[in-house]
DNA sequence: CGTTGTGTTGATATTAATCAACAAGTGTGG
DNA sequence: CCACACTTGTTGATTAATATCAACACAACG
């Protein structure tokens, strides 16, 4: 439980329980054994590591594509910008997860360390050499990218035709779903991000917020504890 | 010009100009030879292909994942259901597209034919055994899934953050981009199905519609005819 | 203590949704 | 070819949801 299969750095793969404190962002998925021990050296040789602090972007949207990552700790926002400053946050990124894999000359989305983040990148270059050599390793990939589509899919439709209420209440349950006592939820993010990521303002959703707990289906204790008091009806809410 | 790759039914890959009848959702693609002829009896064997008329679903939300669909005649629409009726398109997919690649035991989302579709669909086994005797088919599976995950997050910022008429010129650019005469272009879907897609109703599509044409961004000639009358004011509308 | 950043609440404005009527195509049968 | 129904799209009036603007509360921090 709770070990990684990790290759200097290379986290592929993680299972069981989640460290709460530093990536309650990350989902849990079941351990591949996809590259042998003895060919980890040779990887970490390919590979880059470095730290990021928080608050600092590592990936920015428009800039060149030239890496590959893989966030090896630490948890980051991503998401994209319009000229005038408007923001969509289109995901989290926890230990584990892969960034930059797209097919394209310039990055899609901006990545921003949510709290002292390290990776471990490759050149695309590489990770076509590595994808040759370890085709496991490809199809974890395939199947992170399916993943992340279905999420991204679930996504649109809340943007697209939920209220802020349901909104609000998917978010509850999506979070809490990603940790062992899923009654009591630390919220790992600001008003502004949960709204930046709703496509709400953060107005609304500090008043959604009080409006849920007014109906009972939460108990707001500080602005990031939030006690799950009736989670049937946010499930029913969320649709 | 126009060949495509296909295996008995298999649409990989695409190249240059489009059918603009049947399939302008279809965005080309480069060639990659990725099954060699050879094999194309054996690949034709563990295939079934169909044909759906327009207006069928073929792929059910909810629905046991069983299968994995490649169109190769026609287009589709995908989307998502609430409970009450409320539907978000996710996206259309026209011929060499993929479908029902996510690793989950259920479909994430319907298609439905918009016009007379053909596929070929395998088991998720022998997708698995497919993709072990041709890494280049995983390595292309990879490829689309990482483009349509950009795609994905272009529209969450659109349906999160952008106002009706930058989402009106964002369609309509998107739209025209895929044809080979973009200045006159032909909606391949209806005001319902526009505004589905876009997260807005019927009233506000038709009347940003008309917005946008008093403002001589575009001319209707007819509600399915659009004449771009002003591309680079409808490229800065859509951000 | 002030100061700063973050969150809440209130008043008002704005956008898009809803409800409703009508217009324009499209297809069918006579 | 026309009358009719039926679907799809447009326009208008009104409402509802959320954004915007503004004030204030609260906590963290020097």
Redesign the pocket.
Known sequence: MGIWRAARGIVVAREGAIDPCSSCLARPVSVCNVIPESDLARLAAAAVEAEVPAGRTFINEGEPADWFFNVTAGSAKLFKLLPDGRRQITGFAGIGHFLGLAVSDTYAFTAEAMEPLRYCRFSRTRLRALLDDYPLMEKRLLEVAANELVAAQEQMLLLGRK???ERLAWFLMDMSERIPAPDRLELPV???DIADYL?????????T??QLQDDEFIA?E???QVLMRDRQALQDLAA
Do not use: H, N
Request: aromatic share 0%; net charge positive.
């Open positions: 209220t802020a209420r600001s008003r502004q496509g709400l303002t953060i107005e609304t959703v500090s008043r917020m009080t707001l500080g602005c990031r």
